[in-house]
């Protein structure tokens, strides 16, 4: 694989137009397949919505062009199954609104005439934007939604590629049974904290679900609305309660807020597993040294690339094309072209129901992805990725460090967490 | 404005407009045109319901969202649990609404200006932070409108806008004419004198409590009904998508704009409004750039600046000068 960043080099960007490949080129200009892309590019998740878009440009620039890279279509330039046809995005913003989702997802189908949806970040938004293709009769390739609901409506052009909030609350109960099994923590009591929105009360929800499961038992229970601007009452409770671990679902601001509270109060659980806020790009900046040994789900780590080459050369291509480190929003958004464009490779085909036909026979094994998953197959009735798995980082020394699953990870855990006293 | 008496040029101005948007779904292609369209006459009737007791009875409700999502979830509950059908759901999401309405205009009734708008804001807050977390009607969850066939019976359709747009259009006749109705009525003359003194309206032996009670319950009954046909067209609500405060705010927007105390005011306003909001984030949303609010605001600034009665005020003093 040495000569890999050589050859990536010459083949990347710029020294596509000098490509000797002029016959196939000319080719597969006379023919474009449009997928439209609908995520929230203003408004007040426009950061997260263009960092979601950089992971789209780029999975379409390696399926358009020559890469040798171990990704679908990547060494190929175009679509093969349709001798070469090329990808083009259209974009549509939601400005985060459900209505806007519906409404975008319909205007790209009628107007731009795509042939598949991708996008759209939030989960309320996807389900509008999924309901309009599934009217539309259109297939719709999700990565980047985690809210469990998604794949329970019975939709038939609907599919989702990422982990879902049900998959990542069991990764932190399967967490917790290896932390014991493996590393001889015992853990008994959980408290279970969670904003109140659709995302929120859903993980909560799945929570207590497999805390009764998997036999802990659970001493708060507490819900919160997320832009609340002092929390000092239910880091109380939870000081009151004394779990042995945290589990925190929670937006940034509130993310931020509550670890702020936590120390000040002196909040010292053994651990704490969060989701989501913990891993936002504001994060860190905002919490520093504050947010160590804090423990998030992720379905994506820059260190992954030690076990995996792939995230490397992958992160490489990113970092050079943005001038930006791939953050897990980008990572994850990356991934829905490709299964979406290697389904039309193999139907030969822009009907939407051979398309829908291909999805579900849909096999890309796990070197192919960038994530530690082992592949790419629909579940028949879900249309859920059957082999999708969340990992966990740790922030050590403010940095997202894998730390589970074991075998995948980067650096050990550090458990239990440090009191705050006893941190400089 | 005395009773309501149609010059000729105005009603075959009125047949004009009314055919030229029957005929325009046969002109267009694509859903966009259609969907800008129907969310025109979504807030315009919206606007159209807030004017009766904002603009003729003066009481400024910043509240409205809760009548529209609570329209929205009567509807979507008993369709998803009891398979009641929507058309039904639409008239029992009005009672609700309209019920909702007088119990929080009981205590607010003697509530004047700022006051009311805090009143009713508070309340709409309420209702969706109830809502949230109420898991029956699915909490943060919201609710999934299952897929049925398309059919006017079940209040769906998918091949086609045009019966979304036709139904809609007939809504907002029907709220326009209800507000006419009230404006000409005694009730109106008694709205606009409360509106315009409280004290000398009690004196005068006007039932200020009851007119301001009908007032708010017609809007909310004509508002839930424009929350039902929104969870009918977009097929799923939850709390963040039907009872925020920025719904609240653009139906005001739209009625201020257009022209409060005016029937076709609200109408001129989402007219104006909705196709600006609309179109911009279409043709430059997609840059992130954010541009389309920059112009968006800009142009509300400028009308409440220069136009601080509405386009609709405008549009009469030059009709006015014509003459």
Redesign the interface.
Known sequence: MDNLTRRKFLVGGGALALSPLVVSRAFAQGKTIKIGAVYP???NL?ST??DC?RGVELAVEIINGKYDLNLPLARTEGIPGLGGARLEVV???T?G????G???A??V???DQVVGVIGAYQS?VT??AS?AT???KVPYVCSDSS?P?LTE?GLRYFFRVSPHDGIFSHDQFRFLKDLEAQKKQKVQTLGVLYE???????VGKEELKYAQEYGYKVVADI?Y?NNATDVTSEVGRLIKANPDVLLHASYITDAILFTKTFKEMGFNPKGMLTMAGYIEPGYLPAIKADGNFIIVRSTFALDLAKKKPLVGQVADLFKKKFGIEMSENAARSFMAPFVLAEAISRAKSVEAEAIVKALRETNIPGDQVIYPWKGIQFDPKTQQNVHATGTLVQIQDQQYVTVWPFESAAKDVVWPFPAWKSRK | MGVRTFTKRQVSVSAAVLVLLALYPLAVRGSFPMHLMIMVFLFAMLGVSWNIMGGYAGMFSFGQAAFFGIGAYTSSFLLTAYHVNPWIGLLAGGVVAALAAALIGIPCSNLRGHYFAIASIAFAEIVRIHFNNWKLIGAAEGLTIPMQDESLRNFMFHSSKAPYYYIMLGFLILSLGVCSWVTTSRMGFYLRAIKEGHDVAKVLGIDVVRYRMAAIMISAFLTAMAGTFYAQYILYLDPESVLILPISVQIVLVAMLGGAGSVMGPVIGAAILLPISEVTRVKLGFKGSGLDMIIYGTLIMLISVYQPQGVWGFLQKIGRKKR
């Open positions: 590019l203003t408004g426009a919505g263009l878009k974009w549509a913003d400005k609104e459900p209505k806007n519906q409404a975008e319909e205007r189908i009628t107007q309320s389900k509008t309901q599934e009217r539309l809210s609901t409506r109140n929105t659709e995302f929120g009360s859903n819900s609305t």
